[in-house]
T-cell receptor, first 115, second 110 residues
């Protein structure tokens, strides 16, 4: 149980284009989903917290107009990197938490490379 | 800002050796999780501890939550190459966001 998937696992795009990453909880309903960014050999940096049906809460320093988050259902959240630039290249990981629980379950991550 | 400091940051040991990773904070957490992450993959949950002083064992891994719920440790007995990875602790406070530790990169040499 508690499986979270991400799609795509890897994406390469040209500078200036937008990229959408999907995060799905496969066997439970996720009232809250989190989006993280991870640089090589470093820990996870929380970008934003999204609750189903409401606007995401962004961490300080994260541009909400650049990283659009939609949590339209209890099993799906999407992160759209708009007008991507090479500095946006990173490993993006989502996690999901069921209502009533504190534990987060992580997706396998999405490697984004912006050329 | 809540901080979870992990030590050591890097650890390279021979197969069969024992090791302990520490996770320390000045904040109190209602729960604490330990994750292991391999390159190019998402973190995988190892354990959740919620009670001060709690000890949990998972085969060769022993996890302890400090009495004051501000710190935790992970002890691995007879490390194996398959234990290699990035170990992350994460502290939760109710339904607020989880704070991740700085990470410990472990390499077990055959």
């Amino acid at each position: 149980g508690a499986v979270v998937s991400q799609h795509p696992s890897r994406v390469i795009c040209k500078s200036g284009t937008s990229v959408k990453i999907e995060c799905r909880s496969l066997d439970f309903q996720a009232t809250t989903m989190f989006w993280y960014r991870q640089f090589p050999k470093q820990s996870l940096m929380l970008m934003a917290t999204s609750n189903e049906g409401s606007k995401a809460t962004y961490e300080q320093g994260v541009e909400k107009d650049k990283f659009l988050i939609n949590h339209a259902s209890l099993t799906l959240s999407t992160l759209t990197v708009t007008s991507a630039h090479p500095e946006d290249s990173s490993f993006y990981i989502c996690s999901a938490r069921a209502g009533g629980g504190e534990t987060q379950y992580f997706g396998p991550g999405t490697r984004l490379l912006v050329l | 800002t809540q901080l979870l400091e992990q030590s050591p940051q890097f650890l390279s040991i021979q197969e069969g050796e024992n090791l302990t990773v520490y996770c320390n904070s000045s904040s109190v957490f209602s729960s604490l999780q330990w994750y292991r992450q391999e390159p190019g993959e998402g973190p995988v949950l190892l354990v959740t501890v919620v009670t001060g002083g709690e000890v949990k064992k998972l085969k060769r891994l022993t996890f302890q939550f400090g009495d004051a719920r501000k710190d935790s440790s992970l002890h691995i007995t007879a490390a194996q190459p398959g234990d290699t990875g990035l170990y992350l602790c994460a502290g939760g406070q109710g339904y607020q966001k989880v704070t991740f530790g700085t990470g410990t990169k472990l390499q077990v040499i055959p």
